[in-house]
């Protein structure tokens, strides 16, 4: 993005893809967005250059097994059942 003048005001989308394997896994997560992250630009309000996202909760998989069988009732060392 260039620099605004004073009262302007710019947006912009960006899609986000989290990753497979999250290193702390489910939990409550934010998205952070700061504008001239580097302060290149002097301004007479550097305070007002983030915004936090609603609260984002990823939820962990929860694998059950419903059902479970086998086609013999016995077996001995070595068979397949």
Request: no cysteine; hydrophobic share 35%.
């Amino acid at each position: 993005m260039n620099p605004l003048a004073a009262g302007q005001s710019e947006s912009a989308t960006l899609d986000v893809t989290l990753p497979t394997a999250l290193t702390n896994g489910a939990g409550t997560y934010y998205v952070i967005g700061k504008a001239d992250a580097n302060s290149n630009v002097s301004e007479a309000n550097e305070a007002n250059n983030n915004k936090v996202s609603a609260v984002l909760t990823l939820q962990a998989p929860d694998l059950t097994v419903s059902a479970l069988s086998t086609s013999k009732s016995g077996v001995g060392p070595g068979e397949s059942f």
